[in-house]
């Protein structure tokens, strides 16, 4: 874990990891989100240098370490070459597969009845008796959107079942707090950040709310490896704007 924690800090700010409490735990507790989150800081490093070969390659090593990040990552590597080699703009293809996103969860549960990944999220979410966001309609979907964008921020779990603090759920709150918050800075940061760099990131978020939004098991988690370079690059932009 101290190997994993250079690699952060070597393509993150260190203070990101202070706003992000979650992966801070993470270093002292047997947990897969401290790897997936350095390969993931990497991935974006290689497609940052169009080093599309290594970007694959870090997006399967994902994958059979997180299935969930390492679809968010292929998605990111197809959002990023679309946008390379095309004159679309982020907005139009986040806009795009949110419609294809929309239109796909009306027949999720006729496609991917034999996926693995589907069925257990399914039988998860149907365990924990929320029947609601499991459906196929339109409002199942945005309540998921909903959900995936605000659940850590505003549903907090500071005690456990026996009533005992729940350092875990105090963090995750911490940590959902402050992504709702750098999401809500990008959208207003105007010229303070580069824009293509702002529009990439903002971008990168969009799509992979949509994505996960697709799950029928709400897990917000995933959106938290995603400001941490968010964070990052707020944080250099800031610093050079003091200085």
């Given at each position: 874990?101290?190997?994993?924690?250079?690699?952060?800090?070597?393509?993150?700010?260190?203070?990101?990891?202070?706003?992000?409490?979650?992966?801070?735990?993470?270093?002292?507790?047997?947990?897969?989100?401290?790897?997936?989150?350095?390969?993931?800081?990497?991935?974006?490093?290689?497609?940052?240098?169009?080093?599309?070969?290594?970007?694959?390659?870090?997006?399967?090593?994902?994958?059979?370490?997180?299935?969930?990040?390492?679809?968010?990552?292929?998605?990111?590597?197809?959002?990023?070459?679309?946008?390379?080699?095309?004159?679309?703009?982020?907005?139009?293809?986040?806009?795009?597969?949110?419609?294809?996103?929309?239109?796909?969860?009306?027949?999720?549960?006729?496609?991917?009845?034999?996926?693995?990944?589907?069925?257990?999220?399914?039988?998860?979410?149907?365990?924990?008796?929320?029947?609601?966001?499991?459906?196929?309609?339109?409002?199942?979907?945005?309540?998921?959107?909903?959900?995936?964008?605000?659940?850590?921020?505003?549903?907090?779990?500071?005690?456990?079942?026996?009533?005992?603090?729940?350092?875990?759920g105090f963090l995750y709150w911490l940590s959902g707090v402050f992504s709702l918050t750098a999401l809500v800075l990008y959208l207003f940061a105007g010229k303070r950040f580069d824009v293509n760099t702002r529009r990439f990131y903002l971008c990168m978020f969009g799509l992979s709310l949509c994505l996960i939004s697709l799950n029928p098991l709400v897990q917000p988690r995933y959106l938290l490896m995603l400001t941490i370079p968010m964070v990052s690059v707020g944080i250099q932009?800031?610093?050079?704007?003091?200085?």
């Amino acid at each position: 874990n101290s190997l994993l924690l250079l690699v952060i800090c070597r393509y993150a700010h260190p203070a990101s990891l202070m706003l992000q409490p979650y992966f801070l735990i993470s270093a002292v507790l047997p947990s897969k989100d401290l790897l997936v989150l350095a390969l993931f800081l990497l991935f974006l490093q290689s497609l940052s240098r169009h080093r599309y070969l290594n970007a694959c390659l870090l997006t399967l090593l994902i994958f059979l370490t997180r299935d969930g990040a390492g679809l968010i990552a292929t998605l990111v590597l197809c959002a990023h070459w679309v946008l390379l080699r095309t004159a679309f703009s982020p907005g139009f293809v986040v806009l795009v597969f949110f419609s294809c996103a929309s239109t796909l969860n009306f027949f999720m549960g006729v496609l991917f009845d034999d996926l693995f990944i589907f069925t257990r999220n399914l039988d998860i979410a149907e365990s924990e008796g929320v029947y609601d966001l499991t459906g196929s309609d339109l409002r199942s979907f945005w309540t998921r959107i909903f959900g995936n964008l605000t659940n850590l921020a505003f549903r907090p779990v500071f005690f456990d079942e026996r009533g005992d603090f729940a350092l875990l759920g105090f963090l995750y709150w911490l940590s959902g707090v402050f992504s709702l918050t750098a999401l809500v800075l990008y959208l207003f940061a105007g010229k303070r950040f580069d824009v293509n760099t702002r529009r990439f990131y903002l971008c990168m978020f969009g799509l992979s709310l949509c994505l996960i939004s697709l799950n029928p098991l709400v897990q917000p988690r995933y959106l938290l490896m995603l400001t941490i370079p968010m964070v990052s690059v707020g944080i250099q932009r800031c610093a050079a704007h003091i200085w």
